[in-house]
């Protein structure tokens, strides 16, 4: 049996208070298994619940994982629609607006939004969609909101009290995954890579902060970093790029350039499978 962290409990309970929950807590620490709870409580009840993502992968990801503990689930992205009156909908947050403006039948059944990275609130060409959802839902709907980079939370917990009335907030500051941040650096004269900076070793000292010996070194091809991470053993790794684009390009140049042949061909089959399945 799970032992819950206190913040985890304090969610649920609120939750069970019919208030609205903001929990602000790291990545890791277990927001989603309040989320879980509260979908579960709120589908026993007969209410339909909808969960927002920011984008589009990470709804497919998260209807794939309900659909895969049981619950009715349906997805909403603009590109898909499966099973649109299911109990459960997995949206992105411009759905649920046009949905809640367009007085989509559905929402008037809902009693739960949970709205998963809640920060982008403040993105200045998004953020007014996380607003307007949280202005203009109907009264009787009770928002769970998650977030791990929240830093003026007390102030973001005032307006949502304003706006949506008794608010809880809950927070931890316990990391059950060590962050560690490295900088990396190619030697414009060996070319070898090199840690440079490194949180846990340069404690107390600015990581970005430019030195004069900086300027002997250079940015990191894009093969020699993945080299130096299987190196030091910190793969399996996930590399972030913000286009489909950039994604394609640089899983094309891993799997050319990965030897020896079998794991050029797993990654080739995961990539295939992966992004069939997203269709994103």
């Avoid at 590109?79 to 949206?91: E, F, K, P």
């Avoid at 990965?258 to 995961?270: G, Q, S, T, V």
Wanted: overall charge positive; some cysteine; hydrophobic content about 35%.
């Amino acid at each position: 049996m799970i032992k819950l962290d206190q913040f985890q409990i304090d969610g649920i309970k609120e939750i069970k208070l019919n208030n609205n929950v903001l929990v602000v807590a790291p990545t890791g620490a277990g927001k989603t298994l309040i989320a879980n709870e509260a979908i579960k409580y709120y589908l026993e009840k007969n209410y339909k619940v909808f969960y927002t993502t920011p984008i589009k992968s990470l709804s497919n990801q998260k209807f794939n994982d309900f659909k895969n503990v049981g619950h009715n689930t349906g997805l909403l992205t603009g590109d898909r629609s499966i099973n649109r009156d299911a109990s459960l909908i997995i949206g992105t947050t411009e759905i649920l607006r046009n949905m809640i403006f367009s007085k989509d039948d559905s929402i008037q059944e809902t009693r739960l939004v949970v709205l998963d990275e809640v920060h982008y609130l403040g993105d200045r060409e998004r953020g007014t969609t996380w607003e307007e959802i949280i202005i203009h839902a109907p009264k009787e709907i009770k928002f769970l909101c998650l977030s791990a980079t929240i830093s003026n939370d007390k102030e973001f917990l005032d307006w949502i009290v304003s706006t949506r009335g008794p608010t809880a907030l809950i927070k931890s500051s316990i990391r059950p995954v060590p962050l560690e941040i490295s900088l990396v650096a190619e030697s414009k004269y060996s070319n070898n890579l090199k840690v440079i900076k490194n949180t846990r070793t340069d404690i107390g000292k600015s990581l970005f902060k430019f030195e004069k010996n900086f300027k002997n070194f250079k940015k990191p091809g894009f093969i020699k970093l993945v080299n130096l991470l299987k190196d030091l053993e910190r793969t399996p790794t996930i590399f972030f790029y913000f286009s489909r684009e950039r994604v394609e390009s640089k899983a094309r140049e891993l799997v050319n350039n990965l030897k020896p042949l079998d794991e050029k061909n797993l990654i080739r089959k995961e990539y295939e499978q992966i992004f069939a399945e997203k269709k994103i």
